[in-house]
């Protein structure tokens, strides 16, 4: 018997982008609506069109673009907002507008400063609205998981009414437990008398760590879509991690009456990129995209695992799109087994010319470092194209940097700054530090260091140090990275990368100041 299918919307570059200094370029949002693609997920909620004029531009980008997932647009409940979303999505193959207005006593009464009527009536007309743009149309009351059920009856019967096609029910605040939040579901699906017309949707925060439990309990209880993003990414503790979701209902489907559609094993490749992008580091022990997610330490799970491997394993590596022959290429490797090793990790480049830039890092990689893993390439490829992407108002062109046993860490650098080459030298803590002092001589930006973290791509000290600074002016974060052995010189691309984003005039401001006070 075939299952129902379970829709997909991942939100990784809308409510993910609300994560405090996970900033993205459109450039950066593009590439990851792009992977998310080859990923087939269904929706992809693109951004907030109103939010400004860099994330409008942003989500018609995408909506260009993207032609196998709908594209999706978040607007408050009023006219300014929708009208927006519905420009910014004119141009897409398919459109989904996702309105929202919040629906529990203490948001209506504290922030929006509106009577449950005048609340009601507010959402019918957004939806009625934004049904001039598209027939797809969400409607999300805020707040749901503290709203009261008689409420959300009313208010959910006249939307679906009124025209709106999904239902989604947030827990924004990730107050709810399991069993409640499965229970709302099922009553609303039971006791909403239009609920037939609808798809009934989950989007968990994860503040007491119950996203992905409570969502899939929402798909118990009669929910069809997930809303959910990339490695967790989200407002605060983060969204229900698609990774996860997915994974959960592959692997147990005997509990589950209905599957996803998404292709598993592109999730290492789009997780990796969206750590990169936003800076934020996967942590060892996260389940499905953890370094260690698929590692056996103790000797029992080793010889268990050697003898039978469904003794300690529940999900094949290779379905989450992690390679079981980790050593992959070498310095005598050519370029059809670069290229084929790409294909075989789901990396689209933009033709022939990429491909030559990427194949000549991994040669001078590969002069440096006998073996070269998946995590390398990931590595080399975000270096790579963070390095393409952006238009260069500083170049690093040398680095000196010196560390000794009873001296003072001293720097010197040459940029191409201004158009003009410069030098200039500093002293610091450390050598990194010293290098960072001795660029601001020249550039003198007065960003706010607010991050910088390394990771060692692989093991060994031959590893590549993939390094990322996290910069903000303004009110404005953007985030650099760099990877190279040298993890000195990997610092100093990095913070010449997020100068590169921060010197360049963005219309862009952080999604989350434009929700502020709404
Ligand atoms: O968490 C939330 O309530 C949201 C809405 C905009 C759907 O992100
Ligand atoms: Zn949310």
């Known amino acids: 018997m075939s299952k129902e299918k379970l829709i997909i919307f991942d939100t990784t570059l809308r409510d993910g982008e609300q994560s405090p200094g996970a900033a993205m370029t459109a450039e950066e949002k593009l590439r990851i609506a792009k992977a998310l693609e080859r990923m087939k997920v ?12 860099g994330d409008f531009a942003a989500v018609q980008g995408i909506a260009r673009t993207i032609k196998d997932s709908v594209i999706c647009g978040l607007a408050r409940a009023n006219k300014l907002d929708i009208d927006k979303a519905g420009e910014a999505l004119k141009d897409a193959n398919a459109s989904r507008i996702h309105t929202f207005i919040a629906t529990s006593p203490l948001h209506m009464r504290e922030k929006l400063f509106m009577e449950p009527d005048e609340v009601v009536e507010q959402a019918v007309k957004s939806v009625k609205l934004a049904r001039q743009y598209t027939d797809n149309i969400e409607f999300s009351p805020e707040d749901a998981g503290r709203s009261e059920l008689d409420f959300l009856c009313r208010i959910i019967e006249q939307v679906i009414d009124a025209g709106a096609t999904t239902i989604n029910i947030p827990d924004t605040v990730g107050y709810n437990l399991p069993e409640q939040y499965g229970n709302t579901i099922r009553q609303l699906i039971e006791r909403v008398p239009n609920s037939d017309k609808a798809i009934f949707s989950t989007h968990c925060h994860n503040d007491l760590g119950l996203a992905v439990a409570n969502s899939l309990a929402g798909v118990m209880n009669g929910a069809r879509q997930v809303e959910c993003s990339v490695n967790g990414l989200g407002e605060r503790a983060g969204n229900a991690a698609l990774e996860e979701i997915v994974m959960a209902v592959r692997t147990r489907q005997d509990l589950f009456s209905c599957d996803v559609s998404v292709d598993s094993t592109q999730i290492m490749t789009c997780s990796k990129l969206v750590s990169s992008i936003t800076g934020f580091a996967i942590q060892p022990n996260k389940a499905i995209v953890g370094a ?24 094949l590596a290779e379905d989450v799109g992690l390679s079981s022959n980790k050593i992959v290429l070498g310095k005598l490797s050519g370029r059809s087994a670069f290229k084929n090793r790409l294909e075989a990790l789901g990396v689209e480049l933009d033709g022939e010319q990429e491909l030559n830039s990427a194949f000549r890092k991994f040669k001078d990689l590969a002069d440096k470092k006998s073996e070269i893993f998946d995590e390398d390439i990931h ?11 952006v238009n260069e108002v500083v170049e690093l062109v040398s680095l000196k940097a010196s560390s000794e046993t009873g001296e003072v860490p001293e720097a010197s650098i040459t940029l191409v700054y201004d158009g003009t080459e410069q030098s200039a030298s500093a002293t610091g803590g450390g050598p990194v530090d010293a290098v960072f002092t001795a660029i601001e001589s020249i550039v003198s930006s007065t960003a706010n260091l607010k991050l910088y973290s390394v990771n060692n791509v692989t093991e060994g000290t031959d590893s590549l140090g993939e390094v990322t600074v996290r910069l903000e002016l303004g009110g404005r974060v953007v985030n650099g990275l760099g990877a190279d052995t040298d993890i000195v010189k990997a610092s100093a691309k990095a913070y010449v990368n997020a100068l590169n984003k921060l010197l360049v005039p963005s219309e862009k401001i952080h999604p989350r100041e434009a929700l502020d006070g709404v």
Request: hydrophobic share 40%; glycine share 6%.
């Open 42 to 53: 269904d929706i992809i909620e693109a951004g907030f069109p109103v939010s400004s004029e």
């Open 292 to 315: 260690n997610a698929f590692a056996h330490e103790s000797g029992i799970h080793q010889d268990g695992v050697l003898k039978s491997r469904e003794t300690y394993e529940i999900m």
């Open 379 to 389: 590595a080399i490829l975000s270096d790579f194209q963070v390095t393409e992407a």
